[in-house]
C-alpha cells in the first residue's frame, strides 16, 4: 500500500488519506469498501466514510441475526489497527492527530474513521481544503 509522503494539503490530502484507508481495507479484509471519501471539516477534523465495507462471512453472520459478532470483532480489529491509522494520517498531513474515533454500522453498512489534528501552522484550511476525496 503505497501512498504519498507528506504532508499533503488540499484535495491532494484527501485523496490520499481516502486511499490509505482503503489500502487498509482491502489488505486485511481482502476486498476494497464499495465507496470510499475522506473530507475535512473545519481544521481540525478529518473524517473518511467507507460504505459496503462488511464481507460476506460477515453479511451472513448479520443475516442470521448475529451482527454482535461482527461487531465485537470489527471493534477489536479497530483498536489494533488504530496505531496504524494514526501514523498514516499524520505522516499525510504533517500534523499530530489528537484523537482517533473508530466506528461502523450494520444497515446501512458504514465505518467510519475520524481524526482529530492539532490546529494547522497555516492559520486555517483552504476551501479547497475542505473538500472530499472520494474513490
Do not use: W
Given at each position: 500500500?503505497?501512498?504519498?509522503?507528506?504532508?499533503?494539503?488540499?484535495s491532494?490530502l484527501?485523496?490520499?488519506?481516502?486511499?490509505a484507508?482503503?489500502?487498509f481495507?482491502?489488505?486485511y479484509?481482502?476486498?476494497?469498501?464499495?465507496?470510499?471519501?475522506?473530507?475535512?471539516l473545519?481544521?481540525?477534523?478529518?473524517a473518511?466514510?467507507?460504505?459496503?465495507?462488511?464481507t460476506?462471512?460477515?453479511?451472513?453472520?448479520?443475516?442470521v441475526?448475529?451482527?454482535t459478532?461482527?461487531q465485537?470483532?470489527?471493534?477489536?480489529?479497530?483498536?489494533?489497527m488504530?496505531?496504524r491509522?494514526?501514523?498514516a494520517?499524520?505522516?499525510?498531513?504533517?500534523?499530530?492527530?489528537?484523537?482517533?474515533?473508530?466506528?461502523?454500522?450494520?444497515g446501512?453498512?458504514?465505518e467510519?474513521?475520524?481524526?482529530?489534528?492539532?490546529?494547522?501552522?497555516s492559520?486555517?484550511?483552504?476551501?479547497?481544503?475542505?473538500?472530499?476525496?472520494?474513490?
Open positions: 500500500m503505497a501512498s504519498p509522503r507528506g504532508p499533503l494539503s488540499g491532494e484527501l485523496l490520499a488519506v481516502t486511499s484507508m482503503v489500502g481495507h482491502y489488505r479484509y481482502h476486498r476494497e469498501p464499495v465507496s470510499a471519501r475522506t473530507i475535512l473545519g481544521d481540525d477534523l478529518l473518511c466514510v467507507l460504505s459496503g465495507v462488511y460476506d462471512v460477515e453479511k451472513t453472520l448479520i443475516e441475526q448475529r451482527g459478532i461482527v465485537e470483532v470489527r471493534n477489536a480489529f479497530q483498536n489494533a488504530q496505531d491509522f494514526i501514523e494520517v499524520e505522516r499525510l498531513t504533517g500534523r499530530t492527530v489528537l484523537a482517533f474515533i473508530s466506528n461502523h454500522h450494520v446501512p453498512d458504514i467510519i474513521e475520524l481524526f482529530f489534528l492539532t490546529p494547522a501552522a492559520g486555517g484550511a483552504t476551501p479547497e481544503d475542505r473538500g472530499t476525496g472520494e474513490t
